[in-house]
């Protein structure tokens, strides 16, 4: 990968709750207002303070918004890691570091350029109070790198000045520490350095939002009423998100009534079971969790889909199995999502690859939630839920029209003979339901246990089975009702890749990689659960196909065969599942020694 | 088969509340449960209760987990949307369906291992959250549908049909309802139906969670010799403290009452409970007083049942969420989409 104007990444070390993420968003946001493509990945430790942490950012003229793991520079801030972070600087990269203090002999690498500066000694002279040393420490930082990579000055200060437009002193002392940094750079250091920033226009019509935000607005312009949940990382800032949102357009500004409900649930289990309750009652429910809560949803998730009761689940992957690195990203749940549950369920599932997908999807999960009246699972993971996505904005269609499914008002009920819940005879195997406390000639008996079409308690094989089938034509038919699938062809292609998710981008780069390698390949990336005729079509037009995912079991390889019938021969995985956002060296790496070995045309 | 409907040929005869309803108008399909299980009396009770109360059966929405009383919602008010949702999880499916529809009113059925084993938590949470519910725990001491097990309500000493004895101490609802602050507790007997039919009505008007631990005698796994949850046992050991007497606002006949011994409590709605103190030292509002007499009567084998606790100053979940009065499940989709307009002013804290 080439490095330069516009055209580099770096990474920010330091200790977990040192403030570091308001400076970390004043580069980025400086960047992104720079008119710069850019993207930031935050990793930090399931830890409230102490324990290291890092972020890091990519700023890409060509607009590749996916992880790197190739640092041109390195803001080393923490000792801690010192070791760590020398070591993943490039050849002739650079290494900012807090000279107050003597660098470590032992860990100075000849092939990497040391930028020392003073910041602590600075900011002790400086500032007062313990709090705002440790606080302007990190603001000095960003100052330095606003000279060392050509930051325009002017969007720095506008961007303060707009953050602390209420809080004079607060901004007088960032931009004091702004300019601690920034004149020792200048003054010491031919700034600014070969990697730099440089104006384009290429971000006006775009935002930085990370999915967890986007997700809870998707909710809300959904119409969905009552949330419930159990805080869990990464997915807690998907309800705070959607609580912000609500009281902003929610809230009877005379009379302060809500129209919405949060419930903080006592557990995943009771989560789930309110927001079954709420949609058995005619509201959009929804609840965000992540893989440990989708294991204990499991009982009711199955119930949602025998009872046939509409529910909306946001799960948000993080490492697995058990607890895991719950800060970390992965993509570990396609199969338990699936079949979550025993017996024979089957959930239809989403799968955004950024936080534009991530809104839009929610509110396509409320529509198929509420039309199929079953479970819809949103997977997103916390790369996609927790870090700032440069996405085009967000837009709305006005003409928008929720799909409440059939749901038969006390006036339909008076127009036919009798109702029955589960009869299902339009053809498309989906059946009318009613909702509670309307009228006296809805009512029927919502249940777990066997039951006949008709809605009664039933032990007969003939009258079980004739259910359950028509819920499998229901659930089938879902597939051709979920987001299709992206498809990218390539003139000469003879090799598929298939992804999902946040893989996306990921995959886009190592695409155009491979081409100008010499390898084209056909791009699919899946978006929906179960899979529609063009994700089989795809996959038999390729004798190859490499499937890109962030696990070790290679669970959409599985899934894709399960479903499709195509040989596990045919699938090559390629998988990454450190915790670590993928990143297109992945891919490549991945293709392309199997690439050779496949002989492209030639079945392996 | 539980879905088999009663006749629906009614007597001329029967009786009719305002609604011109008869008691009829408020069952269900015909019980599978055991002949004299103490289940059935309560599902009478319950009849009894809406009927007296001409409260609309399909206005009611009525829920359970799993177990022989969670099958009992089946057998009252068919007119009624019901939910057996899973084991011990009805206080979820409740919270819920409150949530999205606050007219809809709600009563919940469960049993001693559906409420104070699997779905204790939930128990304790809907509580704390103080649902509008009518919460009915038919507590026979026993798991009838697996065959006899000891339940968690299983008092210390009592023996199981097979001459098995408990050693372990045993959850007392009542009790734990009264420290996890529930704003309606009340004991009572299938047995009793005098008592139990003023309660539950009194319950269905209360406006938060009322918590109702009704003893329901299994007759095919607990209703022997060393049981404490038998007819004969609680017959002999029953003690009214509280004798409630439901009155609505529009019915109120003070004069019935002789003053001096009754203490009015008035609802949210303007009706009140009428609670004839059969104790002198009893009051039905002092949470720790009820606390301790319970205790005190535990202490000699006596069972302490009528309205023990009530809180007439209750805020349910939906007010402490401050929603809106008319349910949200049936608001117009242009009040909750804010539109494009608003998304592009939005996004400027995007950029």
Known sequence: MTSGVNEFAFKIATPNGTGSASANGLIMQTIFRMGIPVTGKNLFPSNIQGLPTWYEIRVNKHGYTARTPVFDLMVAMNPQTYEKDVAEVRSGGWLLYDSTWPFDERLLRKDVNYIGIPISQ?????????????????????????????MDTDVVRGLTQEKFAKKPALLASNDKAIDLGYNYAVAHFECPLPIRLERMDETKDCILIDGNTSAALGCVY??????????????????????????RFRRDPETKKNRYVILQAEDELAAIGMVIGASWAGARAFTPTSGPGISLMGEFLGLAYYAEVPAVVFDVQRTGPSTGMPTRTQQGDFLSAAFASHGDTKHVCLYPCDPREAFEFAVAAFDLAERFQTPVLVLTDLDIGMNDWMIPKLKWDDAYKPDRGKVLTPADLEEIKGFYRYLGTDGDAIPART??????????????????????????????????????????????????????????????????????????????????????VDYMRVRGFPFGDEVREFLEAHDTNFVVEQNRDAQMRTLLSLETGMPLNRLESVLYYSGYPMSALHVVAGVKPSAARVKVGVPA | MSYILKPKVHHPSLPKNELGLTRRDYEGTLTTLCAGCGHDSVTAAIIQAFWELSIEPYKVAKLSGIGCSSKTPAYFLREAHGFNSVHGRMPAIATGAN???????????????????????????????????????????????????FSASADPGSTSKKGEINTMQCIDGVLMALSLGATFVARSFSGDKEQLVPILKAGLMHKGLAFIDVISPCVTFNDHEGSTKGYAYTREHQIELVSADFVPEFREITTEYPAGAVQRVVMHDGSSVHLRKLAEDYDPTDRDGAYSHIREHQARGEVVTGLLYVDPDSRDMIEQCEALDEPLYNLAFEGLCPGSAELEKLQLRFR
């Open chain 1, 222 to 247: 959904a119409g969905a009423t009552v949330g419930a949940w159990y805080p869990i990382t990464p997915s807690t800032s998907m309800m705070e998100g959607f609580k912000g949102f609500c009281e």
């Open chain 1, 122 to 150: 600075m900011v002790n002279t400086s500032f007062k109070g313990v709090r705002e040393r440790i606080l302007m420490k990190n603001i000095a930082y960003a100052g330095a790198l606003a000279a060392l990579l050509g």
């Open chain 2, 99 to 149: 949530a999205a529809n606050r007219n809809l009113m709600l009563i919940g059925i469960s049993g001693d291992g559906d409420s104070l084993s699997i779905g204790l938590g939930q128990l304790c949470h809907i509580m704390r959250r103080n649902v509008n519910l009518l919460y009915v725990l038919e507590n026979n001491g026993v798991y009838g549908l697996t065959k006899g097990q």
């Open chain 1, 435 to 520: 909702l509670p406390g309307e009228s006296p000639k809805g009512a029927y008996f919502t249940r777990g246990s066997g039951h006949n079409k008709f809605g009664g308690y039933t032990e007969d094989g003939d009258e079980y089975q004739e259910v359950v089938d028509r819920i499998a034509v229901k659930i089938r038919g879902a597939g051709k009702a979920v987001p299709a699938p992206v498809i990218k062809k390539q003139p000469g292609a003879k090799l598929g890749l298939v992804t999902v998710g946040g893989c996306h981008a990921a995959c886009m780069e190592a695409i155009d990689i491979l081409a100008a390698d010499g390898t084209p």
